[in-house]
């Protein structure tokens, strides 16, 4: 601002709620947190001068900025708190802590103090007298109190300063559910080390990802309690989660649940399961990007040994069905069924249901019937190579079952130029190897195909640039009876 010669700047907004006589910021931490260590930057800039007007300034900054009346003006979570204190807020020890620095955020506070300590400190230095460096510090201090501007938005109820919050950065990138989830837990647990250990325990196998910690306390919340959406899942826990001991019981059981969790939602994790054929099949939901069923599979893993492995092998057998038949093929909207899976998990962590039967059974009921799945396949687009892999895999190679698995397949067009190439009659099969050289040019795209390792590829050697919308339909049509018993309901 100095340089540039701006007047004012302004900084965004700070959304906050009161709880109790203290003020918590849902939205702005990062901003308050760096506007503090800027002003310790500053108090330690001015300790530095040789002057009584400097220690004054210095002094002042702490007391009135930094220490408030007694207490520390800005307080960071529980397991922060300290460290921040002892690095930032106490003058004089940023020397003494910094290499102390173990969490993310522990080191990004010293990252930011070396970082606005470099920047003002390269300035001080370029002037001569201590006189020049004063009245450079003075002008800092001036702009930064007087001419840098925040909009505080402040609410007496926590989940009305998240709806303010989420409005206000509707076109922004929002701050993760889990983020919130978090701070809330933290204070209803009021300094419980256990809920530490399991909010460690769930983010470790979910690779410190907020994005994933969402998903999984999003997926457990709607299996066990009223469904919410994303945007109102902070709301939802807020007004349900209200003391210690509901907060521990619920983070010990995410915490339960993230092993197996995390290779549901991202199959490069080492699996928790040991039948391979359950393994397979969330392979198989991986490449469908089916999400829905995730409160179900929670509920009947926090069910402990209520069900096998091999109870999951058919509920999933049966999700893979539903969704084939529903969105894969049938083209219908994921959102509609999210409430029914969530429905189904909730009856079953209620005990409304309790056996596989049951629960395959409600699952079936919100299937496409065999009708309308058969005249969805004549006509069926699939334009994900993951999912069309799966589907060609089950329909149109009956003689090399044994010889395909699915991370070693790749899916080429026999016609490019028909119309809808994207037809999944139009699709075929081959190796990963075999798509190497097929890539190169058409000569050898025919080559590989007349030669393909799998026998319901190589019969279309002749097709190849050459088939027809009426081949396509032909081919589609043949496979309407066998998808629905594939795909049985």
Do not use: C
């Not at 308050?32 to 500053?42: M, N, P």
């Not at 520390?72 to 930032?88: M, P």
Request: glycine fraction near 4%; aromatic fraction near 10%; charged fraction near 30%.
């Amino acid at each position: 601002m100095i340089e540039d010669k701006e007047a004012d700047h302004f900084l965004g907004q700070v959304v906050t709620n009161m709880q109790d006589g203290q003020e918590y910021i849902v939205d702005g931490q990062q901003r308050v947190t760096t506007a503090t260590i800027f002003l310790a930057v500053l108090r330690d800039e001015f300790r530095k001068l040789n002057s009584p007007k400097a220690e004054v300034r210095a002094d002042d900054i702490q007391q009135d900025l930094i220490k408030g009346k007694g207490n520390y003006v800005l307080t960071q979570s529980i397991q922060s708190a300290k460290y921040f204190r002892d690095l930032i807020q106490v003058p004089n020890q940023f020397d003494l802590v910094k290499d102390k620095a173990h969490t993310d955020s522990e080191q990004n506070f010293v990252k930011a103090y070396k970082f606005l300590s470099s920047k003002v400190t390269g300035k001080v230095k370029e002037l001569k007298i201590d006189a020049q460096r004063l009245d450079y510090l003075e002008q800092l201090r001036t702009m930064f109190l007087k001419h840098m501007f925040i909009m505080k938005i402040s609410t007496e109820d926590e989940a009305s300063a998240f709806i303010i919050f989420e409005t206000l950065n509707a076109r922004g990138r929002d701050l993760e559910s889990s983020d919130l989830l978090k701070n809330h837990l933290f204070r209803m647990a009021d300094g419980d080390d256990t809920v530490q250990h399991s909010w460690d325990g769930m983010m470790e196998p979910l690779d410190y990802k907020s994005s994933k910690a969402t998903r999984l306390i999003r997926a457990y919340w709607n299996g066990t309690h009223e469904f919410a959406t994303e945007k109102k899942l902070y709301r939802a826990l807020n007004r349900s989660i209200t003391n210690r001991s509901q907060a521990i019981s619920f983070l010990r059981s995410l915490d339960n649940l993230a092993d197996y969790f995390a290779p549901i939602d991202d199959v490069k994790n080492e699996s928790l399961f040991s039948n391979p054929q359950l393994v397979e099949n969330f392979k198989i939901l991986n490449l469908l990007s089916a999400k829905t069923y995730y409160p179900l599979i929670l509920v009947m893993i926090d069910k402990g040994d209520v069900f096998s492995e091999a109870d999951l092998v058919k509920v999933t057998h049966k999700i893979i069905s539903f969704t084939i038949r529903n969105f894969t093929i049938g083209g219908l909207v994921a959102n509609k069924f999210e409430k029914s899976f969530a429905n189904i998990a909730r009856k079953l962590y209620s005990d409304e249901i309790s056996t596989v039967d049951e629960i395959n059974h409600l699952i079936a009921m919100e299937m496409v019937e065999d009708e309308q799945f058969m005249n969805s396949i004549e006509f069926a687009e699939i334009k994900t190579e993951k999912a069309a892999k799966y589907v060609l895999s089950e329909l149109a190679y009956p003689e090399d079952t044994s010889k395909i698995e699915l991370d070693d397949v790749r899916v080429i067009k026999i016609n490019q130029n028909v119309e809808n190439p994207d037809r999944l009659g139009n699709k075929l099969l081959i190796t990963k190897k075999e798509h190497q050289s097929a890539k190169k040019n058409f000569e050898s795209k025919k080559r590989v195909v007349a030669n393909a390792k799998f026998k319901g590829t190589e019969k279309f050697a002749s097709l190849l640039g050459k088939m027809t919308t009426e081949e396509i339909n032909r081919r589609q049509d043949e496979w309407k009876r066998d998808a629905t018993l594939v795909w049985s309901k």
